[in-house]
């Protein structure tokens, strides 16, 4: 089992920046692919950032350029950097460990974290 702890949500001003923190411990590996999904209330979650291993990073359109994602493996960390909010990015930010082993997928979540952008 992996579990996944989300830290640094809040509120803040449109225009403004939050930094979100997952920390993972348990059956880790270093091959996972970690990502921030979000959901907002009445819509579906959705991928909002992964990053690779190897540092290889994806973006959903709306972040990109306002995002970043990192991770610290000897951390066992991964970041999302958010720069530049929009009220459209409030929403509950989840934590995703995604492993393929054999062929067969896993995915693990956090339990979420809240992010308001509201004057």
């Known amino acids: 089992q992996v579990r996944l702890v989300e830290s640094g949500g809040g509120l803040v001003q449109p225009g403004g920046s939050l930094r979100l923190s997952c920390v993972a411990s348990g059956k880790i590996f270093s091959f996972d692919v970690m990502g921030w999904f979000r959901q907002a209330p009445g819509k579906e979650r959705e991928l909002v950032a992964q990053?690779?291993?190897?540092?290889?990073?994806n973006y959903a359109d709306s972040v990109k350029g306002r995002f970043t994602i990192s991770r610290d493996n000897a951390k066992n960390t991964v970041y999302l950097q958010m720069n530049s909010l929009k009220p459209e990015d409030t929403a509950v930010y989840y934590c995703?460990?995604?492993?393929?082993?054999?062929?067969?997928?896993?995915?693990?979540w956090g339990q979420g974290t809240q992010v308001t952008v509201s004057s």
């Open positions: 995703n460990s995604h492993r393929v082993v054999m062929g067969v997928s896993s995915d693990y």
């Open positions: 990053i690779s291993n190897g540092g290889r990073t």
